[in-house]
């Protein structure tokens, strides 16, 4: 599922200049989440999360996907809580 997702996302973040690093289906605070992770030349900030957000989202809903009821979290691996 995870593969499916980043070969369906993957041409459509990069011709916006962002780069996928990676997809993991996962958990955070008890709700089933879908982590996309993201990169750019110009670094990652939140207005190019929401972008990425924007394109990904609808591709993930057109798919055929066997998980019901998750969060999409798009992010930078560089980005920890902690710098706010």
């Given at each position: ?10 041409d ?29 030349e ?29 969060i ?6 560089g ?6």
């Amino acid at each position: 599922m995870e593969e499916k997702v980043a070969k369906s996302v993957k041409d459509a973040l990069k011709k916006e200049n962002i780069e996928l690093v990676g997809v993991h289906l996962g958990e955070e605070d008890g709700q089933k989440t879908l982590f996309v992770t993201i990169d750019s030349e110009n670094g990652v900030d939140m207005d190019l999360c929401v972008k990425a957000t924007h394109i990904v989202s609808p591709i993930i809903d057109s798919l055929d996907l066997d998980i019901e009821d998750y969060i999409l979290d798009v992010g930078s691996k560089g980005v920890s809580e902690d710098e706010n």
